[in-house]
């Protein structure tokens, strides 16, 4: 009998074991479940994007004609009574320069151009007004000469 008591008592102590380590395991390591799931998830998202570019900007300036030159050459040499190259033009007609003006710039000239010469012609109007007397107007036929490494030289008469 003692030999059938150990057998029960070893089978008792090994279910008791058991349980005590199945309750420690399951209080110890509480059974989780992980689920891994695989989702992509798109999001848009507006976010303003400052876009710096470099614009090339051409300003076109048209260079002043030949006549344009001719004119303003001619009103210096008015305004100091000689060209450049010290030829007298007397236009003032006893008049200051600043009572002198433009009245009329005829678009019709002529331009000849040569190896190392500029010349233009064309015919202009001037007005001769003094402060509380009635104007004066003459027109010239004018002449302006550029050359290569000399002064300039104006011709003007009365047309």
């Known amino acids: ?90 236009l003032l007609k006893g008049y200051d320069f600043d009572e002198v003006s433009l009245n009329k710039l005829y678009e019709d000239h002529v331009v000849t151009y040569s190896d190392d010469k500029i010349i233009v012609d064309f015919q202009v109007k001037l007005k001769y007004k003094e402060d509380g007397e009635s104007s004066e107007k003459e027109t010239y036929n004018v002449t302006v000469t550029y050359e290569t490494d000399e002064d300039s030289t104006v011709e003007a008469i009365v047309a």
């Not at 209080?27 to 848009?44: L, Q, R, S």
């Not at 004119?71 to 210096?76: A, I, M, N, Q, Y």
């Open 1 to 90: 009998m003692a030999k059938d008591n150990n057998w029960q008592l070893v089978l008792t102590v090994g279910i008791i074991t058991l349980l005590l380590g199945g309750i420690l395991g399951a209080t110890a390591f509480p059974k989780t479940e992980t689920v891994y799931k695989d989702k992509i998830i798109e999001t848009k998202v507006n976010v303003p994007v400052e876009v710096i570019k470099e614009v090339e900007v051409v300003k076109v300036v048209s260079a002043p004609s030949e006549l344009d030159n001719a004119l303003v050459t001619f009103l210096k040499a008015v305004e100091n009574e000689e060209d450049e190259a010290g030829n007298e033009i007397d």
